[in-house]
């Protein structure tokens, strides 16, 4: 699926690493500045004491660190360094972390100031050790009514903790946020995400038609040719014009084998090749497939009976004004007519376009001017219109010995196609088969004989009202499909 739709995942990846790099350009830097404190217990220099007061400490430091954010702190230190932010706020940038098993405590403070973040921290450092040595302090008991004033008055009670500061914080350099490598990392996993999802959803909303095994599985039908598009052929339609051989010239090669073959016991000598919608390239793979039998020595005609949009004149570069049409109203004489293509093939062109396609197509005139080509030709290959927007084909079909259809990759909906080949089945038609057109192919090593063939890949559509070649881009000729 990524490899048909690289361009969507493609776009979907730049827009991920574009919103990366957005949130990056968008943030404002934060700066982040430490302090850091160091608790410890008044005691004497006996090593029992010393032990009694690592142990107090440790025990206490948990506590102290939930004490660095509170209201006593942060209010305070607002007031101090004239911050304008509430102490609420303020204490939303301050963080406390004290170690296990020691007696430090580190503060944190994040600001978009860098100077300001170092002056918050050590503000906070100062006066936090100054509420905790408050709240250590046990409070002097008053001495009882009545009793004798003590000719010394006590010692004031002092707290059983000292902090200190061991790291003053610094002035950062580098801004903490916002970090441009893991921006760039969320956006790409949020492309690829993104690339997945549109993938998997315009696979999911498009009925169009991609290998050959697919297409043969709706239709019930033998595939009997996969024509590639060829994009350095964009002006030829002709494929086999005998200048060597070429991946398009033998695929067209290889269904004319696949055709005769299939149809060992029962040749058909009048074939129509059509297709479900315009655009399909039918008219190219009927002018190459009645080439490709005219090279093995057989003698091919080859009928334009698209009488709404006909091409076949155009590509060889026929006179188009006089031809089937004027065979069918009794004006000419179908040897009058008749032309001569590539020195090797013969062609009836459409002739004028007339009023009533259909009826004429389904005329008893069309059947006995079928005949007459059958008796004089070993094949009668005729490009008829599309089978879904006109019922010129299906009045002419049944008149015939069989019909290709063909269907364009990554084009024709699955509908589309299973609708044509209910109206083919409908008219009791024998449908000879399937050919897949207009598929792309990876470029790679060949197999020695200077082409290669490769996994199938939907191409480009072409624009509205014309139609490319099963292999080409087709020459811009007047009338053409």
């Given amino acids: ?52 007061g690592q142990s107090f400490s440790q025990a206490r430091v948990q506590s102290y660190a939930a004490i660095v954010d509170t209201r006593q702190v942060t209010a305070y230190v607002a007031r101090e360094l004239g911050l304008r932010t509430t102490p609420e706020k303020l204490a939303s940038r301050i963080t406390a972390e004290a170690p296990l098993n020691t007696v430090l405590i580190n503060i944190t403070v994040r600001d978009t100031d860098p100077a300001r973040a170092a002056r918050i921290a050590n503000a906070v ?74 993938v998997a959803l315009r696979e999911a909303l498009d009925t169009t038609v991609k290998t050959g095994d697919a297409l043969g599985e709706l239709t019930a039908l033998p595939v009997l040719g996969s024509i590639p598009y060829d994009r350095t052929s964009a002006r030829q339609r002709i494929a086999m014009d005998g200048a060597g051989s070429t991946v398009r010239a033998e695929a067209f090669r290889k269904l004319r084998a696949n055709l005769q073959f299939a149809q060992i016991d029962d040749r058909p000598r009048v074939m129509v090749v059509t297709s479900p919608v315009p655009g399909e390239g039918k008219s190219t793979t009927a002018v190459n497939l009645a080439l490709s039998l005219a090279d093995t020595g057989m003698q091919v005609c080859l009928v334009d009976a698209d009488l709404r949009r006909p091409a076949v004149a155009g590509t060889f570069g026929l006179v188009q004004d006089a031809g089937l049409t004027t065979v069918l109203i009794g004006q000419a004489r179908v040897e009058d007519v008749m032309q001569q293509a590539a020195g090797r093939l013969a062609v009836l062109t459409s002739g004028a376009v007339p009023p009533n396609p259909t009826e004429l197509l389904a005329s008893e005139r069309m059947a006995e001017l079928l005949r007459e080509l059958a008796g004089s030709y070993d094949v009668v290959v005729v490009d008829s219109a599309p089978l879904l927007p006109v019922a010129d084909t299906i009045g002419l079909a049944p008149l015939v010995d069989g019909v290709l259809l063909v269907v364009r990759a990554s084009h024709t909906g699955r509908d589309q196609i299973r609708s044509a080949a209910d109206s083919l089945n409908r008219t009791g038609v024998r449908v000879l088969g399937t050919v897949f057109s207009m598929v792309a192919a990876f470029k790679g090593k060949g197999y020695g004989y200077g082409y290669g063939y490769g996994a199938e890949l939907p191409v480009p559509r072409p624009a509205a009202g014309q139609e490319e070649p099963a292999g080409a881009a087709p020459r811009p000729v007047a009338g053409e499909k």
């Fill in 125 to 198: 450092a100062g006066r936090f050790i100054t509420v905790v040595e408050k709240l250590e302090t046990p409070k002097q008991t008053p001495a009882p009514r009545g009793a004798r004033k003590a000719s010394k008055a006590p010692a004031a009670p002092t707290s059983p903790v000292s902090l200190g500061v061991t790291e003053q914080a610094s002035v950062p350099t580098k801004p903490v946020s916002p970090k441009r490598l893991l921006d760039l990392v969320a956006g790409l996993l949020g492309g690829l995400l993104l690339a997945a999802g549109a």
């Fill in 1 to 52: 699926m990524l490899a048909r739709r690289w361009p969507t995942a493609l776009i979907c990846l730049l827009l991920g690493i574009g919103g990366g790099e957005t949130v990056t350009a968008l943030t404002t830097p934060v700066y982040e500045a430490r302090s850091q404190l160091f608790v410890a217990t008044r005691t004497g220099v006996e090593t029992d004491d010393l032990n009694q």
